[in-house]
């Protein structure tokens, strides 16, 4: 451990809500690299961005605020 510097690693997959994933896929998805899907309707950008950042500036204590553009 190095005082003062915190390394983290987050990752989810934002995926259109006309798509269909395989149970399969989405287990390999939460098994091997323990993330997780979320569902979104991208027709509905600032929504979708809005998400996407919230998610964003939560994994990173807010360093990172506006990863998409709305």
Same mark, same amino acid.
């Given at each position: 451990? *190095?005082?003062?510097?915190d #390394? !983290? #690693?987050?990752?989810?997959i934002?995926?259109? =809500? +006309?798509? !269909? /994933? @395989?149970?399969?896929? &989405?287990? #390999? /998805? !939460?098994? *091997?690299? =323990?993330? *997780?899907?979320? &569902? ?5 950008? &600032?929504?979708?961005?809005? *998400? /996407? =950042? ?5 994994? +990173?204590?807010?360093? /990172? @605020? ?5």
């Amino acid at each position: 451990d *190095t005082p003062g510097i915190d #390394l !983290r #690693l987050a990752n989810k997959i934002f995926k259109s =809500n +006309t798509i !269909r /994933i @395989k149970s399969d896929y &989405e287990e #390999l /998805i !939460r098994e *091997t690299f =323990n993330s *997780t899907i979320q &569902e979104i309707d991208f027709s509905q950008s &600032e929504a979708a961005a809005k *998400t /996407i =950042n919230d998610w964003c500036e939560q994994q +990173t204590e807010s360093k /990172i @605020k506006d990863m998409v553009d709305k």
